[in-house]
């Protein structure tokens, strides 16, 4: 059997089923981490039997595979365990960044142009470095905060990049669809074929008025305006 690498980024419907992983609508950090290490252990394991496999195969490789997957997995859930505490107020946070830039609400209105622009709702690094630097302050007798003070309104009608990615290429793949299904004014192309040049010649891009109104039809069943959702059902 030859074995393929899957290449695409779509998500197959077993990827969406995530009900169990969360107690409420969406997941916390806590949850995270605690899934992370039930993932560890389980991969731990699973290289502790591969030692003795039922038939005589050296599996050292896919051993020391597991080994190291599992290491980067506890890693990942250490750090989502100590988030945890970060976002429940448990760790003092710097009032700024090193070079001075607020991040949070502090960080509305002003205009950073460097590392990708106001630190508005903070990455996973730069609430970790947050708080090597609010350690330091406190120990210091500086002023620090919490992530619930520094975050205070933020968070509604919000997502996450790779959510909002994940969305995007949703849409391109229905928008993909729904242009077979429109007829091409420019070229007459049918319900089901695809654009065709002057000559007859089939071409995987569609002309831009039937692509325009797959874009049209797609971006109002989805709630989208031009590349920007309007509606998102429960973000955070």
């Not at 899934?35 to 252990?41: H, K, M, P, T």
């Not at 039997?49 to 997995?73: G, K, Q, W």
């Not at 622009?117 to 090597?132: E, H, M």
């Not at 831009?208 to 309007?230: C, F, H, T």
């Amino acid at each position: 059997m030859e074995l393929t690498m899957r290449t695409d980024n779509h998500e197959s419907a077993a990827e969406t089923d995530t009900a169990d992983l969360m107690a409420g609508k969406q997941i916390t950090l806590d949850e995270l981490a605690t899934e992370l290490s039930a993932i560890d252990l389980r991969l731990r394991q699973l290289a502790r039997a591969a030692e003795v496999p039922d038939t005589p195969v050296e599996l050292a490789d896919v051993i020391e595979s597991l080994r190291s997957s599992a290491s980067t997995v506890r890693e990942t859930g250490e750090r989502m365990g100590f988030l945890s505490r970060i976002v429940a107020g448990d760790v003092p946070l710097a009032l700024a960044f090193p070079g001075g830039d607020p991040w949070g609400v502090a960080a509305r209105g002003t205009d950073r142009q460097d590392y990708g622009g106001p630190a508005i709702i903070p990455t996973v690094w730069q609430l970790v470095r947050l708080a090597q630097d609010g350690r330091l302050a406190s120990a210091g007798g500086r002023e620090t905060t919490t992530y619930p003070e520094a975050m205070t309104g933020i968070g509604i009608g919000w997502e996450s990049k790779a959510a909002a990615a994940r969305r995007r290429r949703e849409r391109d793949a229905a928008v993909a669809v729904e242009v077979l299904r429109l007829p091409c004014e420019k070229c007459g192309a049918a319900d089901g074929q695809q654009c065709k040049t002057a000559k007859g010649w089939p071409a995987d891009k569609a002309h831009v008025s039937r692509q325009r109104e797959a874009e049209a039809a797609v971006d109002e069943r989805l709630g989208y305006l031009g590349d920007n959702p309007v509606a998102v059902p429960e973000a955070r």
